[in-house]
């Protein structure tokens, strides 16, 4: 995982509805970037889901949330539909993006090389600095978690 106080890798990638996201455009805002496994599968589902719960309290804290996988567009956009995710889910089906955030899970033994992303999300500032980076356990606390540090860095700040 990259340390916190690291200049957080650009990107541009597609989210689920075929447009084109980047960390550039997110300049000024605190930025999530929330790496799953694979779309519609149940641990991703909760995580989703509990992001998309806590989105208003997100925008209000001034961040933008993004999920990414190795799915393509048509994967991500029936996941975000199933689930009513408003927050934009993006498609790094080259790994490019996950190999620079050392999101790329290592293949196990008779898989494709890079196997699924791991379970890893990062906190990045308003300046573009990682400002935390999560080893994920606990799906299902973990975004209220990400919330919690953005409002005590945020304090800090003040």
């Known amino acids: 995982m990259l340390d916190t106080g690291t200049t957080a890798p650009t990107f541009t990638l597609r989210?689920?509805?075929g447009d084109s996201a980047s960390l550039e455009e997110c300049k000024g805002s605190w930025v999530v970037?929330?790496?799953?496994?694979?779309?519609d599968t149940p641990g991703c589902t909760?995580?989703?889901?509990?992001?998309?719960?806590?989105?208003?309290?997100?925008?209000?804290?001034g961040a933008v949330i993004?999920?990414?996988?190795?799915?393509?567009t048509d994967a991500n956009c029936a996941f975000a539909k199933n689930h009513?995710?408003?927050?934009?889910?993006?498609?790094?089906?080259?790994?490019?993006?996950?190999?620079?955030?050392?999101?790329?899970?290592?293949?196990?033994?008779?898989?494709?090389?890079q196997g699924w992303a791991r379970r890893i999300s990062y906190l990045i500032d308003p300046a573009g600095v990682i400002a935390k980076s999560y080893k994920v356990d606990d799906i299902t606390s973990h975004p209220a978690q990400v919330l919690a540090d953005i409002k005590e860095l945020q304090a800090a700040k003040a």
Not at 33 to 39: E, G, N, Q, T
């Open 15 to 17: 989210d689920h509805n």
């Open 33 to 39: 970037l929330w790496w799953y496994p694979k779309a």
């Open 46 to 61: 909760i995580e989703g889901q509990t992001y998309r719960d806590l989105t208003p309290e997100f925008t209000d804290a």
């Open 66 to 72: 993004f999920g990414i996988s190795f799915d393509d």
């Open 84 to 113: 009513d995710f408003t927050y934009r889910l993006l498609s790094d089906v080259d790994h490019t993006v996950s190999e620079a955030y050392h999101a790329s899970k290592p293949a196990a033994e008779g898989e494709e090389p």
